[in-house]
């Protein structure tokens, strides 16, 4: 607000004024938007978003034995360790991974799956044996028979090997495919689009009011879409699927243009071009194709079918205008809202109501003045400058 203000105050704005009254207010949200994404852009600048395993003086710090005989040991017990990690289930290993390497609590993890703690627990605990009894395997022991608080002393000790592993260099290179080298996060402002190049020639460019965040990792990409939505051009890459991650659905791809959008609990995929395969929290899966689209609800199903039409129809916000093919009215007015400084809020009693129709988002006003003509509705407009749509009598 204070640099908003001091650019203002620097400026003649008497002429502006005089003959702009009813653009002021969106002059002044302008300026103040634009100071708020060159402060981002020069926050993003300072701080490190790279983080490599090759710099010789990171390596140099983690380096506690220097013997290349220990070394040499250590490389072997590793592969053990990996060996033993691909012969797990999928689901089991991904959940110790996340368990002990992420860091993720085991609630979160047990959402995640859609399995209970107790799954979660004898997963970990499942992973843990296996990977106690390679080690022994490879000393040419037999793992001893252990329960209670000895089994917790061999899990203990287990895990404290490993992290003497990750502390070596030879055994970081071979853990780095679980750890990301590059993160990135971006989010946009209302009314505000914004394009981001990412590192492996992909790009995304962000509708208005989105947050998202990437993970590349060694063998995978990964995006996180918090809020808002996203259009995806992505480069293919055979050994490291790209894969988004909306609510609970999880959207993989190798190389396609696809757009992922996230509203009032559910997540709608619209396909340009490639294949995408569309996977929802209740594990149903379906794989659409160019000019195909879906939506899947939060902690369920689809919602119906997969509808088809045109490829370059997909996220039509992109080129200024969106699209409600019977959608209840509370929705619409949501979406419209990530363009507007002011919030919309429709009554409860009339939210179900249906909407069609192609809306320009730069005329946004006049589609919602038009409301009332087409639906038994009318306008109040709140005192902040906010609008209430009600019932009409």
Known sequence: MQETWLQL??????AFILGHEDGLRAYVYTVAANLEIDERRHASRSRERFVTVDDP??????????????????REALEHIG????????????IFLASRLDGAARADIAERYGVSLKTVEREITTAATRLENALYARRGETPPAATGRARRKNLSRLLGLAGALLALPAAWQGW?????????????ASARFDGQALPDGSSVL????????????????????????????????AGRPFTVHALDVRITVLGTRFGVDVEAGQVRVDVESG????????????????????SVRERGGFTADVSHGQPGHAAPWREGWLNFDD???????????????????VEPGIAGLRVYGRVSI????????QLPSILPVRLVQESDGGLRIVRRA
């Not at 060996?83 to 991904?94: I, K």
């Not at 730069?362 to 003045?369: E, G, H, N």
């Open 83 to 94: 060996a033993a990690l691909d012969r797990l289930p999928r689901r089991t290993r991904d």
């Open 176 to 188: 780095r495919h679980l750890v990301p080298h590059w993160r990135g996060a971006w989010s946009t």
């Open 9 to 14: 105050a620097e400026q003649d704005g008497s």
């Open 362 to 369: 730069a005329d946004s006003k006049a589609w919602l003045r």
């Open 57 to 74: 003086a990171s390596l140099d710090a983690l380096a506690t034995v220097p013997d290349i005989g220990h070394t040499h040991l250590t």
């Open 206 to 237: 962000l509708d208005s009011a989105t947050a998202i965040e990437f993970a590349y990792y060694a063998t995978r990409r990964v995006a996180t879409l918090r809020q808002g939505a996203a259009f995806f051009q992505v480069v293919r890459d």
């Open 327 to 345: 959608v209840p009215l509370e929705q619409a007015v949501q979406r419209l809202s990530r363009y507007t400084p002011h919030a919309i809020h």
């Open 275 to 294: 294949r995408v395969r569309v996977q929802a929290g209740d594990g149903s899966a379906r794989e659409l194709g160019a000019g195909e689209s879906l």
